[in-house]
């Protein structure tokens, strides 16, 4: 299949560091955030999500943390393996929209 | 496996022709949601169906056109195709998107116009 994120920032990591991937957002009255993976071909994953009453959150080998007061939320990936190389969305909704918002994307390469 | 499925797979129609793209939304969910993603972007918001009503748009024109059936699944229609309609297609679906539960998405339809 066709592969997206052709002129995205990326992001190269040695198989077994850690990776972190960043996103600002700019809506001050989102309230809701996810994190996608999309490999090549495919539609977006669902990774973790963060509410806007909490600062961080912790899944299988992810962790997300959002800073309100910048506007920023970052993506922590643990013991990055070649199976997390894809491209890598943040997404953000606001009260009053039933929409998501979705930044540019990362790519993340992991390097065996 | 999010519980969406999406059909066509992939799909090539001729400007000015029209498309009907389908999504099964994942039992139990009442939303469904439809983006466009070009190539090297995220995606970008369509509309939303709630309960088989429109419950938002985004900024695209009136000739993309959607429904959402008794059993939630949805379609996404679009009139007089343009070349740069050319896309993936996500469906999207969750349960009550008012509250913010989780959105999955599908595996998408891939639209080539030419």
């Known amino acids: 299949g066709e592969s997206v994120g052709l002129h995205l920032p990326t992001l190269s990591v040695q198989e077994g560091d850690n990776s972190i991937i960043n996103c600002a957002y700019s809506?001050?009255?989102?309230?809701?955030f996810i994190w996608y993976k999309q490999e090549s071909g495919k539609g977006p994953q669902f990774i973790i999500d963060?509410?806007?009453?909490?600062d961080k959150r912790q899944g299988q080998r992810v962790t997300v943390l959002l800073n309100k007061t910048v506007k920023h939320l970052s993506l922590q990936i643990a013991a990055t393996q070649p199976g997390d190389s894809a491209v890598y969305f943040c997404?953000?909704?606001?009260?009053?929209?039933?929409?998501?918002?979705f930044g540019s994307g990362t790519r993340l390469q992991v390097q065996p | 496996e999010t519980g969406v499925t999406q059909s066509p797979t992939h799909l090539i129609k001729t400007r000015g022709q029209q498309v009907t793209l389908r999504c099964s939304s994942q039992?139990?969910?009442?939303?469904v949601s439809w983006y466009q993603q070009a190539l090297g972007q995220g995606p970008q918001f369509i509309f939303q169906?709630?309960?088989?009503?429109?419950?938002g748009r985004g900024n695209f024109p009136p000739r993309f056109s959607g429904l959402q059936f008794p059993n939630y699944s949805s379609e996404l229609n679009v009139n007089a195709l343009e070349l740069d309609d050319s896309a993936l297609y996500l469906c999207?679906?969750?349960?009550?998107?008012?509250?913010?539960?989780?959105?999955?998405f599908g595996e998408g339809s891939w639209l080539t116009v030419v």
């Open positions: 169906y709630y309960r088989e009503e429109e419950n």
């Open positions: 039992s139990g969910h009442n939303t």
């Open positions: 997404a953000d909704r606001n009260p009053g929209r039933r929409a998501l918002t």
């Open positions: 999207a679906s969750s349960y009550d998107d008012l509250s913010g539960n989780t959105i999955y």
């Open positions: 963060i509410r806007s009453n909490m």
């Open positions: 809506n001050s009255a989102s309230d809701y």
